[in-house]
């Protein structure tokens, strides 16, 4: 009898830990699933990269580049126009971390949204934008 109820529990906690570790680890594969990372070479003030770097639903391409100090996250909106705004909280200068819905700043909280604005303080100011512009399939981000 002993042996059955302890199977029982074997197999209840087996679940639940099946459950939850899929639960932790649905919203961190959602976050990741849209993302791609580039790191075009920095060129007379420019970063470029192709249309093509959107894979599929892609909203967000983050470049990486070893002379700037903080990624550059490129968004793509419906109306299929392009912004860049560096990955700098604006509130103690911390690297973001982006979300399907905006960035997130880890150190205290800060978020802003896909168009740079602040949604959550303490950060008051909107991220820093940087000039971008589509030209025959490329698009040029200038630092
Ligand atoms: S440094 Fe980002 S919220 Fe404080």
Do not use: W
């Amino acid at each position: 009898m002993s042996g059955t109820r302890r199977d029982f529990i074997k197999k209840t906690c087996g679940l639940c830990a099946s459950v939850a570790g899929i639960a932790i680890l649905a919203p961190t594969l959602q976050g990741c699933s849209s993302l791609m990372r580039v790191q075009p070479a920095l060129i007379e003030g420019k970063l470029s990269l192709p249309v093509s770097s959107f894979v599929e639903e892609a909203k967000v391409v983050i470049i990486q580049n070893k002379d700037l100090e903080y990624d550059i996250a490129v968004v793509k909106y419906l109306d299929k126009t392009y912004r860049s705004f560096e990955m700098r909280c604006t509130h103690q200068e911390t690297s973001l971390v982006p979300t399907n819905s905006g960035f997130h700043c880890n150190m205290h909280g800060s978020s802003f949204s896909l168009t740079g604005k602040v949604n959550n303080k303490p950060a008051t100011e909107n991220l820093k934008e940087f000039k971008t512009f589509l030209d025959s399939g490329i698009i040029q981000v200038s630092i």
